[in-house]
């Protein structure tokens, strides 16, 4: 319990008059990767999205409960989003990276919060960023080319480098292998178990695979509700819940 | 904490986690960066706020300077010397019989051109042609198709200038492609199910479209229509291409006669060195802004009332 | 009204063939799979083929028909009185026709009104000739069609086949309309380019029409000062005021605005589209422009003009606003979201996200956008008749009375002139090189829209 990192208690989330999420509680520890599993409209992204705010930037949508980073409430007023999601980055489900160059792309957010002050720094930053994220081979010579211009799989990693960059604390990842190829998931499912000794990292996966080659911790949703959390081992062997059972053995999904 | 430092920004004593956000710089810098988030929005709003008040003052000299002189002898009159005398309807009825003839050609036209094109087009080379030339003729200056019709059903027709034939027929070449358009995008918009539902009871691909796809689409072609029509009532410089300028003491009797049309008659007053013409000028604006305000408001009820969303 | 005559006629003769083709192709429907078409596809084809046969007969004569009058009326002994020219004898003809038309118009030219007698009676022959030829070719083609009429006539098929080349005929205006613009402007820019040549006119630094004659031509008709009054007017201050207001306004209601406030400020905006450009003028004219008359005065100009290129460009720009608004609208919205949510993530703040990722994405559909906009505002015409001046001047102060393209076109074409003098002609050419260049302008930024769609879909 001490190496909480993040702690949600009571949490249910609102589209409009829709209850997505129904009282959530769950603790998620530093050093290692959280798993977010369920069928699809189970509220596993719409949970996740919640943790770092990025529901706020849905006209209708409501959180209530606790959120907790490091014992603090990130839905408390004296909490400003934008210092939140500096410290809470996230991974998208297909890359987004911006219409920029490479370097560009990474040096954003170093550069709106003033990480950066001095060109040699931003340049440090973003050195370590693409070499954290196994793409500093693939892209050293290339830095000025547009960042669409890389595959699939780069894209991804780029976007996990400009995430990397401003140095969060925890890394959301919204199914981040769900528009790329095995060989490009393979390589981004090294990179989150390298990252883990860094980041919390969170990961909502559609894949049991997936969940079961990368996660230490697992959390099984179901219609909004979180049905079972515990060891990724034992949630994909014992579970505790009939329903889980059902999901891991293929009866739904 | 256990985790490694990573960048530059966290290398030495820089302080890590939450603590990084703390310091009094961090924390005058995120200020800083909300001012300007908050004076970024006041910006927006102010530019909105701007158009507006430029609108409102628009309306309020209009009404200012007009609604004194909105009485039955103006409604009812027609154009005079005396701007005691000189009243609307001659021009209003000029601008009714240019309309109906507007209507009358671009409506049917731009509808059967609408579904050709969305509907049974081979994709050839002509009819990328005709796409394209109907996306520019929707871009055109309106003064272009005046020269048009100067040149054309004038000069070369024959036709009767200074007549709503004439004018209506200008209007309906440069209101055509405007139905065009949106009667496309009302056609594109109901769904190839209804399509294939009709098609598989056997009815034929003319049948189709117009006991099926016709009837649904209809709302947005009329919204499209009256939008068009009513950029077309508000229309004056192709008119004066082809002489609407006439000094009408009596309305026009038909569609060839001599006519002028509302907008031409609040261009001609507001030349006038006489000042009496101030208020007719602003008079004949509201007549002219009152017909368009309930055009608009007609097709953003059709709108409403009857668009369906799929 | 012999057209509505005659039209409502040919149509109750459809009418009458609509009914009488249903009832016969109904006697022959006697249960399922009995008649190839139902019966109300038989009347349709009956229909059209009196109705359509009758217009085109109708049509024919119409064209022929002044000839055949002119022919009967030179052949009448009255004729013989018309002098020898042909110019006098084509305007003495004209008269005698507008009084046959209205009893009541008052002749300039005694013969006129002898000759009024026999062209009445030539159109009353030829007319009667004419609704008879008409009503033949109905019956005939009703006829014909009405014979068809049997269980295993394809009528529906031969009715589709009609309405499919309706069809294609309306979609082929657009070309034919296109085609009249092109043709009439290269027609006449032709003629006028015969006088005056076209470097002279696209280079030459002085306009001033009223003072044309004689070899030297080229002189009066430098164009140059129009193109610059029309740049500084339309694409410069009209772009000043609409492309900031247009833009922050379409930022305001796509990313800041409730729904409720954008459900009630959008349509408001748009109003500002929707008043006629004589409406604008007006006010340039009428309240705009004294303004920045007297701040120019206020600011120690001598004698400022009341007439602006200022007042004309700021009350343009105000016009084009919700065009730029909506443009700039399109292309933020074609933005996908995953775009702003990166950088929402990483910490940015909204007006951060906006200005450094949404609206670098979104540039080219704005440029595009703009580019619309100059297009129609370059071609804006009320606006700058009533507000902006006839004076031909090369000059960058905006408190100066400037003129356009627009303006010269209509200032050459209104008023008392020949029609083939070089100064109506220019009003041609000058409609040609406004013609060109918001094509260019358009199919640019068509181009421009259609690419930057595609990147994001």
């Excluded at chain 1, 009282?23 to 998620?28: K, P, R, Y």
């Excluded at chain 1, 950066?116 to 196994?134: N, R």
């Excluded at chain 3, 006449?188 to 070899?215: N, Q």
Aim: proline letters at 5%; one cysteine or more.
């Amino acid at each position: 319990m001490t190496n909480s990192k993040l702690t949600a208690r009571n949490v249910d989330v609102f589209y409009g008059q829709k209850k997505a999420i129904n009282n959530v509680s769950i603790e998620i520890d530093n050093g290692i990767v959280t798993a977010f599993i369920g069928p699809s409209g189970c509220g596993k992204s719409t949970f996740l999205r919640s943790l770092n705010r990025m529901n706020d930037t849905i006209a209708d949508a409501r959180v209530t409960g606790e959120i907790l980073l490091d014992g603090e409430d990130i839905y408390a007023a004296a909490m400003d989003p934008v210092a939140l999601r500096a410290r809470v980055g996230m991974v998208f489900q297909k890359p987004n990276p911006f219409p920029k160059s490479i370097y560009e792309n990474i040096a954003y957010g170093p550069r709106i919060h003033g990480l950066a002050p001095a060109k040699a720094d931003l340049d440090g930053i973003i050195e370590s960023s693409l070499t954290k994220a196994g793409l500093w081979d693939e892209v050293k010579d290339r830095l000025n080319e547009p960042g669409t211009a890389l595959s699939g799989g780069q894209q991804q990693r780029l976007c996990i480098a400009r995430a990397i960059a401003v140095s969060p604390e925890v890394i959301l990842m919204d199914e981040p292998c769900s528009a790329l190829d095995p060989i490009a998931t393979a390589r981004i499912e090294e990179l989150i178990d390298e990252l883990k000794e860094s980041f919390a990292i969170v990961i909502v996966t559609h894949s049991m695979q997936q969940a079961a080659r990368v996660s230490q911790r697992t959390a099984f949703f179901h219609l909004g509700n979180l049905v079972e959390y515990g060891d990724t081992s034992q949630i994909f062997t014992t579970p505790r819940e009939e329903k889980t059972k059902d999901y891991i053995t293929g009866r739904y999904g | 904490m256990s985790n490694a430092s990573l960048s530059a920004a966290r290398d030495g004593n820089a302080p890590l986690g939450n603590a990084r956000w703390q310091t009094p710089e961090a924390l005058r810098r995120i200020s800083r960066r909300n001012a300007a988030e908050r004076r970024f929005k006041l910006i927006g709003l102010g530019a909105i706020v701007l158009s507006l008040a430029f609108l409102a003052l628009l309306l309020v000299i209009m009404l200012k300077n007009g609604l004194g002189g909105l009485d039955w002898s103006f409604l009812s009159g027609s154009d005079s010397t005396d701007p005691d005398i000189a009243g609307v309807w001659g021009a209003a009825k000029g601008s009714l019989l240019t309309m109906a003839v507007t209507l009358l050609l671009s409506f049917p036209m731009g509808v059967l051109a609408a579904i050709y094109l969305e509907e049974f087009a081979p994709r050839s080379r002509w009819i990328e042609w005709v796409e394209v030339s109907i996306n520019n003729l929707a871009a055109v200056p309106s003064i272009i198709f005046g020269l048009l019709g100067l040149a054309v059903f004038i000069n070369t027709l024959g036709m009767p200038r200074s007549s709503p034939l004439v004018g209506g027929l200008t209007l309906a070449l440069m209101t055509m492609p405007v139905i065009v358009i949106s009667g496309r995008n009302a056609i594109k918009a109901v769904p190839p199910s209804i399509r294939d539902a009709a098609l598989a009871i056997g009815a034929s691909k003319m049948q189709t479209v117009f006991h099926h796809v016709l009837p649904l689409a209809l709302p947005g072609i009329l919204t499209g229509t009256i939008i068009g029509m009513a950029r077309a009532l508000g229309e004056t410089a192709p008119l004066l291409m082809i002489g609407m300028r006439a000094f009408v003491v009596t309305p026009p009797g038909g569609i060839t006669d001599p006519s002028s049309v509302l907008p031409m008659q609040i261009f001609l007053w507001s030349d006038e060195i006489d000042t009496g013409f101030v208020q007719n000028t602003s008079a004949a604006i509201i007549v002219l802004l009152v017909f368009l305000l309930a055009m608009n408001g007609l097709a953003i009820y059709l709108r409403n009332k009857f668009e369906v969303r799929w | 009204m012999i057209l509505t005559g005659v039209l409502l006629a040919v149509l109750g003769l459809g009418l009458v063939g609509w009914f009488a083709a249903r009832g016969r192709a109904r006697l022959l429907h006697t249960g399922r799979g009995s008649i190839h078409s139902m019966p109300g596809y038989h009347a349709w084809h009956v229909a059209l083929w009196i109705v359509f046969p009758a217009l085109i007969a109708w049509g024919a004569w119409q064209a022929i028909m002044p000839g055949l009058v002119d022919g009967a009326v030179m052949a009448d002994p009255v004729a013989a009185q018309l002098p020898a020219d042909a110019m006098s004898r084509a305007a003495i003809l004209s008269e005698a026709k507008s009084i046959a038309d209205n009893p009541d118009a008052v002749a300039f030219n005694p013969l006129a009104n002898t000759l009024a007698g026999p062209v009445r009676d030539a159109h009353g022959r030829f007319g009667l000739i004419g609704a008879l030829l008409v009503a033949i070719v109905a019956v005939a083609g009703g006829g014909w069609a009405f014979t068809r009429i049997r269980a295993n006539f394809p009528a529906r098929t031969r009715v589709e086949r009609g309405v499919l080349g309706l069809l294609l005929v309306a979609s082929l205006m657009a070309i034919l309309t296109t085609f009249g613009i092109v043709a009439s402007l290269v027609f006449e820019a032709g003629m006028f380019f015969k006088d005056v040549s076209p470097i002279d006119f696209l280079t030459g630094l002085h306009w001033s029409p009223g003072s044309a004659r004689g070899d030297n031509l080229g002189d009066s008709f430098g164009a140059v000062p129009l193109f610059w009054g029309t740049i500084y007017i339309g694409a410069i201050i009209a772009m000043i005021v609409a492309i900031p207001l247009g833009l922050m306004s379409a930022i305001y209601l796509t990313q800041y605005a409730t729904p409720t406030i954008r459900k009630w400020l959008k349509p408001m905006l748009e109003i500002l589209a929707g008043i006629p450009t004589v409406v604008y003028g007006y006010f340039a004219a009428l309240t705009v422009a004294p303004i920045f008359r007297d701040f120019a005065a206020s600011l120690g100009m001598a004698n400022p003009s009341t007439e602006s290129a200022l007042a004309a460009g700021v009350v343009m720009g105000v016009m084009i606003i919700p065009f730029v608004s909506s443009m700039a609208d399109d292309a933020l919205a074609a933005v996908p979201r995953a775009m702003s949510d990166g950088s929402l993530a990483l910490g940015a703040t909204k007006s951060e996200t906006i200005k450094k990722v949404l609206l670098p994405a979104a540039l080219p559909g704005i440029v595009a956008g703009v580019m619309l906009a100059i297009s129609r505002a370059i071609g804006e015409t009320m606006i700058v008749v009533m507000a902006a001046g006839a004076a031909a001047n090369l000059s960058a102060n905006p408190f100066a009375s400037m003129t356009t393209v627009t303006y010269q076109i209509v200032q050459m074409l209104t008023g008392d002139q020949e029609f083939n003098s070089p100064k109506t002609l220019s009003a041609f050419a000058l409609g040609l090189v406004l013609f060109i260049v918001t094509l260019i302008l358009n199919i640019i930024a068509l181009r421009v829209v259609k690419r930057f769609r595609e990147a994001y879909e």
